[in-house]
Antibody, heavy 125, light 110 residues
């Protein structure tokens, strides 16, 4: 079945980086965008950006520009999100989510129809 | 502070109907499609409504969405205790060049 399987929980020290993976299965990886959304404990959803697994093109939310890098490895249908210079404010569950795409265009629908289970990243000294 | 405004909580009795509002502006809801997610504690969000009023396969027709101007509404009829969850609206904001969300609404079925 269609699913996104994310890497496990991580504990990082302030100033470190974290890289979360998201392995897709059950569909054509390059046929959909991958979005990254995070949720701090007890808080709402926060969009971080997207990657086009086909072209590798990315777009990041302004808040994270300079600190986030989204990549993909099409050979293993896996997307990655790396966040650097971590602070305690980055403690959150990080979700990857599939976004439908119109053919081979870069036209977005913006909603996500399939979500990973999330990866908890805890930043603590 | 969320870009889209939702009530923090709503409640209603089983079998009744409830609506959840989502207010935005001309740069987001006013010119883009709205979607809604349902989220149970400790789980990932689930798509309920997309393109303002469309339901993905498997979502019962008790859930409906509508949009007018810069506001959107999620409606749930025939409330069940299993509908108790957090609900989030979202859309693209053309000025911010970002997907934006409401702060979420906690639904309690009394």
């Amino acid at each position: 079945q269609v699913q996104l399987v994310q890497s496990g929980a991580e504990v990082k020290q302030p100033g470190a980086s974290v890289k979360v993976s998201c392995k897709a299965s059950g569909y054509t990886f390059t046929g959909y965008f991958i979005q990254w959304v995070r949720q701090a404990p007890g808080q709402g959803l926060e969009w971080m950006g997207w990657i086009n697994p086909d072209s590798g093109g990315t777009n990041y939310a302004q808040k994270f520009q300079g600190r986030v890098t989204m990549t993909r490895d099409t050979s293993i249908s896996t997307a990655y999100m790396e966040l650097s210079s971590l602070t305690s404010d980055d403690t959150a569950v990080y979700y990857c989510a599939r976004e439908p795409r119109i053919g081979e265009t870069d036209i977005h629908y913006w909603y996500s129809d399939i979500w990973g289970r999330g990866a908890l990243v805890t930043v603590s000294s | 502070q969320s870009v889209l405004t939702q009530p923090p909580s709503v409640s209603a009795a089983p079998g009744q109907k409830v609506t959840i509002s989502c207010s935005g502006s001309s740069s987001n809801i006013g010119q883009n499609y709205v979607f809604w997610y349902q989220q149970f504690p400790g789980t990932a969000p689930k798509l309920l409504i997309y393109d303002n009023n469309k339901r993905p396969s498997g979502i019962p027709d008790r859930f409906s969405g509508s949009k007018s101007g810069t506001s959107a509404i999620l409606g749930i009829t025939g409330l069940q205790t299993g509908d108790e969850a957090d609900y989030y609206c979202g859309t693209w904001d053309s000025s911010l060049s970002a997907v934006v969300f409401g702060g979420g609404t906690k639904l309690t079925v009394l």
